[in-house]
């Protein structure tokens, strides 16, 4: 999980977000959370700021294939690992070609059509196939748009928004007829991250980015009684207030969250089937934790995956940090 290109500084504040963002994402299917689901508003958001940072002007070169490709080849190994957990699971209650079928799909990003839920061989898959979406979106389109077009898109996206948080609120988008919802609901602070890149940049605060990270729980308490006031205000604040680099201290700590992040985040919820909700995320931690370490797998996938990455150079992507989940 280091940077590639060695161009562009790591934002270590915002590995350390993207950490506890995706342990609250566990806590709330442990019950231990009412309002963790919002975690991944934050996660859309810092998808957009981080793929503004590190692509947008390399777009036409990088071109969509290009781009779509080196996503893939970055979400793909640990996202593999969950669904042969899930796909395992569910080949215990359905044991048919369908599951199968669902497995292949699920190797795509692509919901099925063969289960109730679209994502059912590995639940997070929803917010990687709606976040997928966003980029393919951000490179064919909305980053070559001005950012005065762009924040009218948002303006007109974001009243949608608003009637969509008044009249069915915020869910996971794991049935079909949610799917415009959910689209809308990755799309605004997916560009919210972009226009916040574009306008606000690096720029950092006089105050330690600790400070950011520990008002992100806060934040996403208060987006259970005000999702507007967390989503639109609370997260663009703490992505603001962690710009600012690290102490030392808690560089090496952060680096690790951020390691960790998307590997528990597509695991926790295929191994919580199989055993008890506690159980199922200390697996996933423990697998996250040696994941960020380096274990051999992520070593032999490294070596596989290097050829491919040598042939088109990222001179300056910031590997892993925007994996979110």
Not at 124 to 129: A, I
Not at 169 to 177: K, L, Q, T
Not at 195 to 212: D, K
Not at 243 to 252: N, R, T
Request: with cysteine.
């Amino acid at each position: 999980m280091s940077n590639s290109g060695g161009n562009i500084n790591r934002l270590h504040g915002l590995d350390a977000l993207r950490g506890l963002a995706a342990i609250i994402v566990v806590l709330y299917h442990m019950n231990w959370s009412k309002t963790g689901l919002f975690a991944v508003d934050l996660f859309f958001l810092l998808s957009g700021y981080i793929l503004t940072r590190t692509y947008e002007a390399r777009i036409s070169t990088l071109g969509a294939l290009g781009f779509m490709r080196r996503r893939y080849k970055r979400l793909i190994f640990p996202f593999f690992i969950g669904c042969l957990v899930g796909g395992a699971y569910l080949l215990t209650k359905e044991p048919t070609l369908q599951v199968f079928a669902a497995f292949a799909l699920a190797m795509l990003f692509l919901p099925n059509p063969f289960f109730t839920h679209a994502f059912a061989v590995n639940g997070p898959g929803w917010s990687l196939f709606f976040e997928l979406a966003a980029n393919l979106l951000h490179v064919l389109v909305l980053g070559k748009m001005s950012t005065r077009t762009l924040v009218w898109l948002w303006l007109v996206l974001l009243a949608a928004w608003f009637y969509m948080v008044a009249t069915i609120g915020i869910e996971a988008g794991v049935y079909f007829d949610r799917f415009p919802a959910t689209m809308l609901r990755t799309l605004v602070p997916y560009i919210q991250g972009i226009l916040l890149y574009r306008l606000w940049g690096e720029r950092t605060l006089s105050i330690s980015p600790l400070l950011g990270v520990a008002l992100l729980p806060v934040a996403i308490m208060v987006g259970g009684t005000f999702p507007h006031f967390a989503i639109l205000v609370l997260f663009p604040l703490v992505v603001i207030l962690s710009l600012k680099e690290m102490p030392k201290g808690f560089v090496q700590p952060a680096v690790i969250l951020g390691g960790m992040s998307y590997p528990l985040y597509v695991l926790h919820r295929p191994l919580m089937n199989w055993t008890d909700l506690n159980m199922g995320a200390a697996i996933a931690f423990v697998w996250a934790f040696l994941w960020a370490l380096g274990t051999p797998a992520k070593v032999v996938w490294g070596f596989l995956a290097r050829p491919s990455r040598n042939a088109v150079k990222d001179t300056g992507a910031i590997k892993g940090q925007a994996e979110t989940g």
